[in-house]
């Protein structure tokens, strides 16, 4: 039920405030940002979802549950760290691909790449925060994720690059 009403209310939060402004715009350019939005709910799904309202900070020390030592899992060889790199890269190649799509005059591999850290980053802080509020997401605040995560958004400007190479790309 949780999840129903916040895909409910993502719909709203498109269908009210982006498709009114994308509507103006060319049709593939209106089918982009949809597909770029839909890319966006469905990292939410798997990284944030089901949003939780905090009610009141707890006492929890949410800072024992974050992960500050790059590739401690892998390291340390717990089951399932080469698979949660692995998910975390391809999961950031869809952004680093259709950014640029999107804003066609800014093409830079470090503005995508640097988006691509910022959208990790807001990710991995707010879950976190959840875990701050006591909220039942059990996701933590890991920095591998933060590294594997914008190197998939690299991965995917490269393939961008590779797929369009008629045309000039700044790196």
């Not at 719909?11 to 009210?16: D, E, G, P």
């Not at 691909?97 to 066609?104: C, V």
């Not at 790449?113 to 605040?141: D, M, P, Y």
Request: aromatic share 18%; with cysteine; net charge positive.
């Amino acid at each position: 039920m949780d999840y129903l009403i916040d895909f409910i209310l993502l719909a709203l939060i498109y269908v009210f405030f982006f498709y009114r402004k994308w509507k103006k715009e060319p049709k593939r350019e209106l089918l982009m940002n949809t597909i770029m939005y839909i890319y966006i709910v469905m990292v939410l799904f798997v990284t944030l979802m089901p949003f939780t309202i905090p009610l009141g900070a707890t006492n929890h020390l949410f800072m024992e549950t974050a992960n500050f030592i790059p590739f401690r899992d892998l390291l340390l060889h717990y089951d399932g760290a080469l698979k949660g790199i692995f998910l975390n890269i391809i999961m950031m190649v869809p952004f680093g691909f259709l950014y640029p799509i999107i804003k066609k005059g800014k093409k830079s591999i470090f503005r995508t790449v640097a988006l691509a850290f910022l959208f990790s980053l807001a990710i991995e802080c707010s879950q976190l925060l959840t875990v701050w509020w006591g909220g039942l997401n059990q996701r933590t605040f890991d920095v591998t994720d933060l590294i594997t995560n914008t190197f998939g958004g690299m991965i995917g400007y490269l393939i961008f690059v590779a797929v369009r190479p008629e045309r000039h790309y700044d790196f």
